[in-house]
């Protein structure tokens, strides 16, 4: 027993002197970086004061403070940013649904303001702005070299006041002009129809009002269909949506899943992470879902699309998401400003994270571009002649009324299929697919 304790004790007396031996160089070594880090706060101080002194003109001391503090935080990602009071204000204003603008979801990349998504019924979005065109121009001044704010500030403007941007856009030979008039924005988070017998459900951003709108629309959308055995299943439209709220896109994901992990949040430290799990209830009751994406579908967007891909509660297609894998916490600083900081990543149920690499649909649909179509010669333009066009053709005597009605009213809806594919080739799959999914229903007549 005696030598048991010695050890133990030779053990720790040990520990100790090793400890003693190390902790020398680690002390030192913090030191010096604290030595380090004065010396440049020190450094800033002298620059500073040689501006206010020396600089050609008279310079604003709290502009030029405002642009430090918003430099250091550009300079870690394009998401971290300082915002001053007016910013901060209309930020707020703008996640309860109503601001003034382009409607134009923006982001940084390569010096240049990189369009994340039209916003649905706004300006920017009437004008045929696309997702991913770069603007290089607001009415004839570059905004290369400017930050997003700066570049943001440049298109802002009086309500009503009309503005140029020049975009270049990946398939156009050449950089253009597009005329754009400022408007009041007015968000619709979730627009719903029905097509055909699915449900559609438009989620054009994550603000305060998106699940209530998801949720009362839906419910809507089912009784006017005569209750959810008369749907065949819900098609959750993504595209083009820059994202929003994290609180939001957990809401409306919990909304079609029974349990589970919806998504998760990883930041520096272990601590600061966290999870978020669905709780029982499916407003949809089991009907399949498809969910569709493209290039202008980013964050909270991608954690729905993940997190009911990764749980096979919907099938995803269109074209792969944005990749904003990133989540940003806003705080609260003296005289009324804000700092938008990363503090996290997030984890789709599955672990994986979307950062840079985006939502991969399960089908890729692209959607083809609008041609505009040349004036049909007199051949093509001839509508087509059927037996029942000719002189003295027999009727069709084998058909009730009934029968022959139902007929056309399957004709008139293939019609209007059809020409949807023409208006929204996406949307028409995914109808398809939960038409296909309805005929396999084991409920299925």
């Given at each position: 027993m005696k030598k048991f304790v010695m050890a133990a004790l030779g053990g720790t007396l040990a520990s100790v002197i090793v400890t003693t031996q190390i902790a020398g160089p680690l002390v030192a070594q913090e030191n010096a970086q604290k030595s380090s880090v004065y010396e440049q706060l020190d450094l800033f101080g002298d620059i500073f004061e040689r501006i206010r002194a020396?600089?050609?003109?008279?310079?604003?001391?709290?502009?030029l403070i405002e642009a430090a503090i918003n430099g250091m935080l550009t300079s870690l990602d394009p998401h971290s940013s300082y915002l001053p009071p007016d910013d901060?204000?209309?930020?707020?204003?703008?996640?309860?649904?109503?601001f003034g603008g382009l409607g134009i979801e923006v982001t940084q990349e390569e010096g240049f303001v990189k369009v994340v998504s039209p916003i649905d019924g706004t300006p920017a979005d009437a004008a045929g702005i696309e997702a991913g065109d770069f603007i290089t121009h607001v009415d004839g001044e570059s905004v290369l070299g400017l930050t997003l704010d700066e570049a943001v500030d440049m298109m802002r403007g009086v309500v009503g006041s009309e503005i140029i941007i020049t975009v270049v856009r990946e398939d156009a030979p050449e950089p253009f002009d597009v005329s754009i008039v400022r408007d009041i924005i007015k968000l619709t988070a979730v627009r719903t129809r029905t097509e055909a017998e699915s449900v559609v459900l438009r989620v054009t951003t994550f603000n305060d009002q998106t699940f209530p709108n998801l949720r009362d629309g839906l419910a809507k959308q089912i009784e006017e269909a005569g209750g959810i055995d008369k749907i065949n299943g819900v098609i959750v439209d993504l595209r083009n949506n820059p994202g929003g709220l994290l609180s939001q896109a957990i809401r409306v994901s919990d909304a079609f899943l029974e349990k589970g992990e919806i998504v998760s949040t990883r930041g520096r430290n272990i601590q600061d992470g966290d999870r978020f799990n669905a709780q029982p209830g499916d407003l949809a009751q089991g009907?399949?879902?498809?969910?569709?994406?493209?290039?202008?579908?980013?964050?909270?967007s991608e954690i729905v699309a993940g997190a009911l891909q990764d749980h096979r509660r919907a099938i995803v297609i269109g074209t792969k998401s944005f990749g904003k894998g990133s989540v940003q916490t806003v705080m609260p600083l003296r005289g009324d400003g804000a700092m938008r900081l990363t503090t996290a990543r997030y984890y789709t149920p599955?672990?994986?994270?979307?950062?840079?690499?985006?939502?991969?649909?399960?089908?890729i649909v692209e959607q083809p571009r609008r041609v505009v179509e040349e004036d049909e010669d007199e051949d093509t333009?001839?509508?087509?002649?059927?037996?029942?066009?000719?002189?003295g053709s027999l009727n069709n005597d084998s058909l009730s009324e009934d029968e022959i009605r139902q007929i056309e009213e399957d004709r008139a809806r293939?019609?209007?299929?059809?020409q949807l594919r023409d208006d929204d080739y996406q949307l028409a799959y995914a109808i398809d697919i939960l038409k296909g999914l309805s005929a396999l229903s084991p409920s299925a007549d």
């Open positions: 020396q600089y050609v003109e008279e310079v604003d001391e709290g502009d901060a204000e209309a930020m707020q204003v703008q996640t309860r649904g109503e009907k399949p879902i498809v969910v569709l994406i493209n290039g202008g579908s980013a964050s909270a599955s672990g994986r994270s979307i950062q840079a690499l985006g939502v991969s649909p399960d089908i333009a001839r509508p087509t002649r059927t037996e029942a066009d000719l002189r293939a019609e209007e299929a059809a």
